[in-house]
């Protein structure tokens, strides 16, 4: 059996996924240099993979909500430490719903008024049935998130470099030794 035609009962996204598409009954899983197919649903794929590396999909939902403001056709933060970050290109809950992996595009371009062929940086490229600007728009999104997460994190990286003193603050206990009566 090919790699292609080989059908997963599960799969947890990795560094290597670009995307994962409905096919039917299944869903394809296109990582680079390799093709899966799964009995899966994109978005159950989706949400279970942000349970493996520690949240629900309903938590990295919300943290896109408080990061950049997004609620709809929100990109999703699955895993922060490999930085991979995934957007709808419909709604979660469409059958046609596919989730591209914003590191792998190279480039997209308008193919018809509901069509984009989007090229991944291996040079693969696949025709998606969703508009050009519906798809700028994604990858603009999950750029915004991207930038807004390394933005906090390198705050809090300066932030432990120059500590705040917690003995000068008013709420903290006076340096002193600590005695047990018997």
């Known amino acids: 059996m090919a790699e292609k035609d080989m059908l997963l009962s599960n799969y947890e996204i990795n560094p290597y996924t670009m995307m994962i598409r409905p096919t039917g009954v ?13 009995s899966c649903r994109p978005f159950d794929i989706v949400k279970r993979s942000c349970e493996y590396f520690g949240s629900s999909y309903s938590g ?23 930085s991979i970050y995934l957007f709808p ?7 046609q719903c596919a989730w591209i992996s914003h590191d792998f595009i190279a480039s997209y371009e308008k193919n018809g008024p509901y069509s984009t062929i989007v090229t991944f940086q291996n040079n693969e490229r696949f025709e998606l049935p969703v508009s050009f600007y519906s798809l700028e728009n994604q990858v603009s999104r999950t750029a915004m998130l991207r930038i807004k997460f390394t933005q906090n994190m390198k705050r809090m990286e300066n932030f432990n470099k120059h500590p705040v003193h917690l003995s000068k603050s008013r709420a903290s206990e006076p340096n002193g030794a600590y005695w047990i009566s018997e």
């Not at 403001?69 to 933060?77: N, S």
């Open 89 to 95: 290109t419909a709604s979660p809950a469409s059958p």
């Open 26 to 38: 299944h869903s394809e899983v296109i990582e680079a240099g390799a093709r899966y197919l799964t």
């Open 60 to 82: 990295r939902r919300e943290g896109t909500k408080q990061l950049i403001g997004i609620t709809h056709k929100a990109p999703i933060m699955v895993d922060p430490y490999t």
